[in-house]
């Protein structure tokens, strides 16, 4: 260090600097910062980096204070911040208000002010006359006042305020998923007022609440009550998304300088050190320029060529702004301070040097950084035909404290008056750090000494619940419930904790209160919520994952992760533990499982090493006594301790006698009645099935049922073969899978019915049945009770909903109450999930109006990762979701969307959870992909499964609705990852079972083994192998369009192509030219638009010919073949040119489709039966090669450019 005259002089010229430019205009009253000498208005992040020059001024002084002149300028530095910090918390705990409804709504106009009066810390403007909405302003106020706090100062002044600020921790716990304004207050770049999930808001919402983790806000003076807590799930869910939308900002900024600010300082909230490089790289090559950065592509504020009358833009005027954006000098201090924190001298010295040869020097010679640089109007032509030619000319305010203030910040550091460290006394520039290996602890505890004397059997040794006490083991619910009592407060009106998720990383950890200490099971594993958890592999392969998870995830925690498993009656299989828990448990005593380092062992003895909260907050502060925990916490724990974790169930009896079963037998007109419902579709024309047409569709329904019969009777079982609807019954492997009708004494129902939100089901009935209709559901009810069949208990609760609804009354009583329907559903419910028939299962949950636990969280990790959904089965009944909804609400839409058919509403609910799982721990397999269409995917699921058992598509939805959770899982997994399928079929059971084997062309290969009987007599021998590479290609494709995924780079690439022509026609769709102008080439928004067009294909494998015809157009533009196409390009007409063409070749060389569409004389039918009119050998061709597909589609482009300028290709 220099010695103390020099370094105090030096200190002495900053501190003039300073009070000149910064604490001269702090507000004496507020402590708050005006925008201007002209504007009190004190906008809250302006203000929190204006401090930050203060306070790091202090901490300089601070070292070298030997006189006691310098410590009192630390002092009344120190001071000034604190002034300016609580000017701010006050005047956000004017809007307490705001803060409590927000946690429910996350509405804009419910939210925090983004800006106050300097003068009063009053509010403005109103609600709705500003973007208030900015996450990123609240959550850098907490990330300083974290860092602050923990460098020693003292903001926090009481426990009220103590509670405000946890509040404040719960406002931005949901910015994962709630859009807003960003850092600059406009939401979409056209300033419409439109708020979008941004990057920046994101990160900085993640580093607050990292950073505000079991701080102590009073300090080292604080105790258990002044700590603030959060659930590290809340970040570790900011992480996945800013993880996932790196290096994009937001859906219509394709990049934003203002990420800096959470790659590097201040918030330092990446971990992954390629992924800050990547995004520090693309912002430098793409928006850096001599004066600066741009903040993002297209911005047009105070550019030439903007309208200053107007606030907004329309988005055919965003191309104007093009290259002749304004340069932001703020971005080059945010890059001087990146390179400190890194080490890195040299571009330390490069970016100071450029920042300060474009500073202006105001009065007494101190260098000011203006607000941005901008290019004269009569410039702005010459600055567009050449970027960067062009002298610019300063604009704003001058200086722009904002930037002034982060660059005396680097000026301290490159003298040497501070160290990184100093600015970051929590340490969070580490968090890029490489870290040792977790070490997943797990606990299993036996619900009994009978579950612990089973486990013993296999070697596996285990306590049961009563030996680990003291220690107390709740399920999550129980964690979650506590949590909802932190941040309480009667006097400021706060309410606590909304959200009631906790996730793994919480149930992880032990808990302390007072003397006890608890443990959590996680909350998946929670069995009363959902059938999911009847099927013990998809528990041991959630289990797995959650280690996996674990071990990627836990950072910055003290301690190891626990994870505590209860092994409960309620898991049985038939009185035995099944093999999928205990070859797993296997597993785990090895020390590792799937890669993650475990440990084996008791709860007792993982103390000293499990992290471990105290739940402090559960004490009555309010009334005075926190160390007595609150009455009615105390009443909870005490209604609440668990006994066991298994549920009885209350099955109804079988009456003694059955009367006359044979005649009710003979009357029951119901049998098929669940089939009825299915509207799983595998029809040659939707999914260019190969094999038998069965002619034209009946007239399609909104919800593709087909149950009306022109007879006016059920239909008979040849007829219900030629039928195409899709579904069979839910149990059993019947040979013969066809809808079952009893002879003519069978009685329809009496009347036609309709049910709520779904079609008709016409069933007539003559007079003389009519007339019986009430004896008929006497008689239907004493077959319920007397029958041993679970599938006919099923059938007849259909027909008794459907005709007189869920709450009918049928007459039984049951421990003095009668018995409704609804309840006789209950009891089937339980009966299927006890016999594991997962199709009845799903069907009963459906009609009992039972959803995913998890599904609302489900499909906001789908659509936060920028991933839209549909739901519903196409092309006609597909619904769209963009934006997170309530579970209610997203339920109501599934099942709107598919009508009567509950068990592919109930399965596409399934589905979505299993989704959610893949992008969370294995977002690879969605690369390319925009928008995942449910209904598609199941119609390929039952196509995989007709295609790879031979079957038909009725017998494929059987067997696709009677997959247990986890081979519905595993079948799903294999379909994202294009694994190929071979059978084997064994003679027990009716389940399948899928495992991997090796491929040729894929390092891996499915195998679904049928574990039942063969579907065919002559299909007893095993494997069925399939022909060696014919099917390959026509799979591919259809997987890949159902799945709508897209080569790399694709929509940039036809951003391309539509700059070249008027226009793209797809399906008589039109995307128009003018797009271009509208958004940039990597703009979420413009994706959307090329894939919407896309998805009016109803065909998977005629729309992945369609891409593939787009990309040889992205070529032609690529390599510059032509200028200009011209009009506008019908895309399918290039399609079927190459289909063209592609049969000439093969009339010319004898090739296999002489045999269907290449026959001489043909009419212009196709005989193969290809989907969109093209040959099915052509969708089965490879893409490269001379008889590729890519070479039939360039020879067809080819057809499109100026004779003059022929296409170059060598396999043409």
């Known amino acids: 260090m220099r010695t103390r005259s020099n370094s105090g002089v030096r200190l002495d010229y900053y501190q003039r600097i300073v009070h000149k430019l910064i604490l001269d205009h702090q507000q004496p009253v507020t402590g708050l910062f005006p925008a201007s000498r002209h504007n009190d208005h004190a906008w809250i992040r302006d203000n929190l980096y204006c401090i930050l020059a203060v306070w790091g001024l202090s901490m300089a002084f601070k070292k070298i204070a030997d006189q006691d002149e310098d410590r009192a300028k630390t002092y009344e ?70 860092q602050m706090t923990a460098s020693g100062l003292q903001i926090v002044f009481s426990l009220d305020e103590v509670a405000f600020i946890q509040n404040l921790v719960f406002y931005i716990e949901s910015a994962y998923c709630t859009p807003d304004y960003g850092i600059w207050e406009r939401g979409d770049k ?135 954006e304004c340069e932001w000098p703020l971005f080059f201090c945010y890059l001087i301070l990146d390179y400190f924190f890194q080490g890195d001298k040299d571009h330390v010295s490069e970016y100071m040097q450029k920042l300060e040869s474009i ?58 008056f501070l160290a990184v460290g100093e600015l970051d006394p929590l340490n969070r520039r580490l968090c890029s750090e490489k870290k040792p290996d977790v070490v997943v602890q797990i606990v299993i505890l036996a619900e009994d000494k009978e579950i612990r004397d089973k486990l013993m059997e296999y070697d596996l040794h285990v306590q049961t619940i009563s030996e680990v006490a003291p220690i107390e083991v709740q399920p999550a619910r129980v964690l979650s419930h506590l949590y909802t009592y932190l941040g309480r407060n009667k006097k400021l009106g706060l309410s606590g904790r909304k959200s009631r998720d906790v996730g793994i990383l919480s149930t992880s950890k032990l808990y302390s209160l007072n003397d006890r200490i608890f443990a959590f099971t996680p909350q998946n594993f929670d069995y009363e919520e959902y059938y999911m958890t009847r099927d013990p592999a998809l528990l041991a392969s959630t289990f797995t994952a959650n280690v996996a998870f674990l071990g990627m995830s836990w950072k910055q925690m003290l301690g190891r992760p626990t994870i505590t498993l209860l092994a409960t009656h309620y898991l049985l299989d038939q009185g035995k533990i099944p093999m999928a828990m205990i070859t797993t448990m296997k597993k785990l005593k090895s020390g590792y499982i799937n890669g993650t380092r475990v440990t084996l062992g008791n709860l007792g003895d993982f103390l000293s090493t499990s992290a471990i909260t105290n739940l402090s907050f559960l004490g009555s502060q309010e009334d005075g006594y926190p160390d007595k925990l609150n009455p009615q916490v105390q009443s909870y724990l005490e209604e609440h301790l668990l006994k066991s974790f298994s549920n009885k169930f209350a099955f109804l009896p079988r009456p003694a006698g059955a009367r006359n079963a044979k005649v009710l037998r003979r009357k029951m007109s119901v049998r098929g009645a669940i089939k009825k419902t299915r509207s799983i579709n595998v029809d040659s024309e939707t999914l260019g099935m190969e094999g038998e047409y069965f002619g034209p569709h ?117 421990n003095g109450k009668h018995v409704t329907v609804k309840d006789l559903l209950k009891a089937l419910y339980e009966k299927a999930c006890t016999q594991k028939l997962w199709g009845l299962v799903r069907h009963t949950a459906g009609m009992l109006g039972k959803r995913v636990e998890d599904l609302a969280k489900a499909v906001t990790d789908l659509l936060v990762r920028q991933k839209q959904i549909t739901v519903g089965m196409p092309p006609n009944n597909e619904h769209t979701i963009t934006a997170p909804l309530p579970e209610n609400e997203l339920r109501q839409l599934i099942h709107l969307a598919y009508g009567d058919d509950e068990s592919t509403a109930m399965l596409t609910q399934e589905l979505l959870v299993y989704l959610a799982m893949f992008i969370r721990t294995e977002p690879q397999l969605f690369l390319e992909m925009l928008r995942l269409r449910v209904g598609l995917i199941i119609q390929v699921m039952a196509t995989e499964l007709s295609r790879t058992l031979s079957c038909n598509g009725e017998e494929a939805s059987e067997h696709l609705l009677n997959l247990s959770p986890f081979e519905m899982k595993n079948l799903l997994y294999h379909i994202l990852s294009g694994k190929e399928f071979a059978i084997n079929s064994a003679a027990r059971g009716g389940n399948f079972s899928i495992v991997s084997n090796k491929s040729n062309r894929y390092t891996k290969k499915s195998q679904i083994i049928l574990e039942g009987k063969s579907l065919h007599a002559d299909a007893e021998e095993a494997p069925i192998a399939e022909p060696d590479r014919q099917g390959q290609w026509l ?124 026959k001489a004389g043909r009419s212009d039918a196709l005989v193969c039966g290809g989907a969109g009119g093209v040959c099915q050998l052509l969708y089965d061709s490879a893409p490269s090669g001379s008889y590729g597909t890519m070479t039939y589609l360039a020879r067809a482009v080819s057809l499109l450019l100026p004779p003059d300028r022929p296409l170059e290709c060598a396999v043409c």
Request: with cysteine.
């Open 77 to 146: 530095l120190e001071q000034s911040c604190v002034k300016l910090m609580r000017g701010l918390l006050m005047a956000m705990m004017q809007q307490k208000d705001k803060v409590e409804k927000f946690k429910t709504t996350q509405h804009p106009l419910d939210s925090l002010h983004a800006k106050y009066s300097s003068i009063t810390g009053g509010t403005v403007v109103k609600d709705d006359d500003w973007g208030h909405l900015q996450i990123d302003a609240i959550s850098l106020y907490l990330l300083i006042l974290a």
């Open 359 to 416: 500073m202006i020097r105001g009065d007494d010679t101190i260098k000011l950084v203006p607000e941005l640089y901008s290019v004269p109007a009569d410039r702005a032509d010459a600055e567009q035909r050449e970027p960067g030619s062009q002298e610019r000319i300063p604009l704003g305010r001058c200086p722009f404290i904002w930037g002034q203030s982060l660059y005396i910040l680097g000026k301290l550091l490159q003298e040497g």
């Open 190 to 324: 056209t300033n419409h007022g439109l708020p979008e999930l941004n990057a920046s808001s994101i990160g900085m919402a993640k580093a607050a609440l990292e950073a505000m983790n079991e701080l102590d806000l009073f300090g080292a003076r604080g105790g258990p009550s002044s700590i603030i807590h959060v659930l590290a799930d809340e970040a570790q869910k900011c992480q996945a998304v800013l993880q996932s939308m790196l290096p994009r900002e937001s859906n219509s900024k394709e990049l934003d300088s203002g990420l800096l600010s959470i790659i590097s300082y201040p918030a330092f909230a990446v971990d992954d050190p390629q992924l800050i490089a990547k995004t520090r790289d693309t912002i430098v090559s793409k928006m850096q320029g001599k004066y600066g950065c741009k903040r993002f592509l297209r911005d047009g504020h105070k550019t030439p060529r903007e309208d200053p009358n107007r606030l907004y833009y329309e988005p055919w005027e965003l191309r104007m702004f093009e290259k002749i």
């Open 1035 to 1158: 799979r591919r494709r259809r997987l890949d369009g159902a799945l709508n995924r897209v080569p790399r780079d694709f929509y940039p690439k036809v951003w391309g192509v539509l700059e070249k022509c008027q226009g793209l026609v797809i399906q008589g769709k039109v995307l128009q030219q003018n797009l271009t102008q509208e958004m940039t080439s990597g703009e979420l928004k413009f994706a959307l638009a090329v894939e919407t067009v896309l998805n009016s294909i109803p065909q998977p494998e005629y729309r992945q010919l369609v891409v593939e015809a787009l990309m040889v157009l992205t070529l032609v533009v690529e390599y510059n073949a032509v200028q200009d196409f011209g009009g506008t390009i019908t895309v399918e007409d290039l399609v079927h040119r190459a289909n063209e063409i592609f049969l000439e070749d093969q009339m010319n060389c004898n090739g296999d489709a002489t045999l269907c569409c290449a």
């Open 698 to 814: 009946s007239e399609k329904k909104s919800s593709w049922l087909e149950v009306e019969n022109q007879l006016g009777r059920s239909p008979s079982p040849e007829e219900a073969k030629k039928r195409i609807t899709k579904g069979t019954s839910t149990t059993t492997l019947l040979t013969t899978p066809t809808i079952e009708i009893t002879k003519e004494e069978s009685p329809p129902p009496p009347k036609e019915e309709k049910n709520k939100n779904v079609g008709v089901r016409n069933r007539t009935a003559s007079e003389s049945q009519t007339l019986y209709a009430e004896q008929e559901t006497d008689e239907l009810i004493a077959v319920l009770r007397e029958t041993e069949s679970l599938d006919e208990q099923g059938d007849i609760l259909q027909y008794l909903v459907d005709t007189h609804g869920l709450d009918f009354d049928t007459g039984m009583i049951e």
